[in-house]
C-alpha cells in the first residue's frame, strides 16, 4: 500500500527558503514518479515540480522554475522540494503524490495530507 507524509511547511516571509519533505513507503520511489502539487485557497490543484523513478528526469512549473528544486533520497524514501526566493502567491497546501511517470498532467494515484505554506510579512 502506498502512503505518504509531507513535513516542512510552514510560516515564511517573502523571500525566504523552506524545504518540504515527501516521506513514501518502501520501494514506492522505484516504482513511481514523484510530484509535488499545491492548492491556495480559492483555486484548483497546481502542478508544481515532479522527478521521475530513475531520478534523472525533472519537472517544473513556469512558475516556480528558478526558485524551486526537487530531488531525492532513495536510501531514505524521501523527496523534497527546496524552495528559494518564495512569494506571496506560493502560498498553499503543498502535496506530494505518485504519478506514472514525470508529467504534472498526469493522474496522481495516491496523494499524502499535505503541508501548508504561508508566504507572509
Known amino acids: 500500500q502506498v502512503q505518504l507524509a509531507e513535513s516542512g511547511g510552514g510560516l515564511v516571509q517573502p523571500g525566504g527558503s523552506l524545504r518540504l519533505s515527501c516521506a513514501a513507503s518502501?520501494?514506492?520511489?522505484?516504482?513511481?514518479?514523484i510530484g509535488w502539487f499545491r492548492q491556495a485557497p480559492g483555486k484548483e490543484r497546481e502542478g508544481v515540480s515532479c522527478?521521475?523513478?530513475?531520478?534523472?528526469?525533472?519537472n517544473y512549473a513556469n512558475s516556480v522554475k528558478g526558485r524551486f528544486t526537487i530531488s531525492r533520497d532513495v536510501a531514505k524514501n524521501t523527496v523534497y522540494l527546496q524552495m528559494s526566493s518564495l512569494k506571496p502567491e506560493d502560498t498553499a497546501v503543498y502535496y506530494c503524490?505518485?504519478?506514472?511517470?514525470?508529467?504534472?498532467?498526469?493522474?496522481?494515484?495516491?496523494w499524502g495530507p499535505g503541508t501548508p505554506v504561508t508566504v507572509s510579512s
Open positions: 503524490g505518485t504519478i506514472t511517470r514525470c508529467d504534472l498532467e498526469r493522474p496522481v494515484h495516491a
Open positions: 518502501r520501494y514506492v520511489l522505484d516504482y513511481y514518479a
Open positions: 522527478i521521475s523513478s530513475s531520478g534523472d528526469s525533472t
